[in-house]
């Protein structure tokens, strides 16, 4: 079966005072319907960018696309035109943001925001139509006394509570794809495990896929089928869950997971981490852009690392086999 989504040899670059840098450079994936996507890596590596350029919403005129392709249901969407893309943003593809409170218009009631994401893609609804589905969603999402809070303003929610009108304004039209940019950074551990919850839940009944971005990998591995690893704007490797978090090839993702606090670790003992800096974009090392804090590189590391490919477990790496034996 075709996939639902196909980014290709993605690349975005942003121009600023220091000239043009590579932001994200030659990420390729594919998303099928249903499926559960973890896009996990340091801030700054290219995920949060990568998902603006599926949605069409780098800012412009600085960030650009230049090259690659994004297609949805093999129709490409960098062929476009604003028009286009906006029939699609929110009703096809819909996007959680990771701060509620810049996603919504702190000047506008609740009911007013839920109510212009379904309009805008069914403008012949009637307002009570608009409000009737506004409320189930509302219920939908577990907000108690969703009839009040429709007149209420951002402010007046809680942390937790405004995620939860995002989600909802996420799934007023019912996307196939939905994209969760760190949905749960900004929330206490409490709230996090309801609202990653009430996600699992929602792509179950409704069916759709989804990328979930992070830097957590214990919620990639509880709520992702497939988790894609990136570094300094590039695939560092791509697997299911089990086989990345049983036998990871790539020096960057086995030092990530090395430093994954464990139970039977010696109480008040320091954490392994990985040593040095992400290079800035301005800065990076020719060849593979995590060989400078890499314990396996040599003059091979000079040379971008091609995309190895084996029983779904793709890495970037000289030296994985080394890794891996």
Known sequence: MAP????????VS?????????????????????????????SGCGKSVSALAIMGLLAKPSGRVDGGDIRLAGESLLGLDEIGRASIRGRRIAMI?????????????????????RQLHEPDLSSDAVRRASLE??????????????????????G?????????MALACKPEILIADEPTTALDVTI???ILQLLRDLQSEYGMAMIFITHDLGVIAELTNRVIVMY???????????????EPRHPYTRGLLTAIPR???????????????????????????FSNRCEYANDACTVVPPLEVSERHAVACHHWREIGA
Do not use: W
């Open 4 to 11: 639902l989504l196909e980014v290709d040899r993605l690349s």
């Open 14 to 42: 942003f121009d600023t005072e220091a000239g043009l840098l590579n932001v994200v450079d030659d990420l390729s994936f594919e998303l099928s319907a249903g499926e559960s996507l973890g896009l996990v890596g340091e």
């Open 97 to 117: 943001y990771q701060e509620p409170m810049t996603a919504l218009n702190p000047v506008q009631r609740i009911g007013q925001q839920l109510a212009e994401a």
């Open 137 to 158: 969603l509302l219920d939908r999402v577990g907000i108690p006394a969703p009839e009040s809070r429709l007149d209420e303003y951002p402010h007046e929610l809680s």
């Open 160 to 168: 937790g509570m405004r995620q939860r009108v995002v989600i909802a």
């Open 192 to 194: 996090q495990a309801q």
């Open 232 to 246: 300094a704007g590039r695939l560092a490797e791509s697997a299911d869950v089990v086989p990345l978090f049983g």
């Open 263 to 289: 139970l039977e670790d010696e109480p008040k003992t320091l954490l392994p981490t990985i040593q040095g800096m992400v290079p800035t974009l301005a800065d990076m090392p020719p060849g593979c852009r």
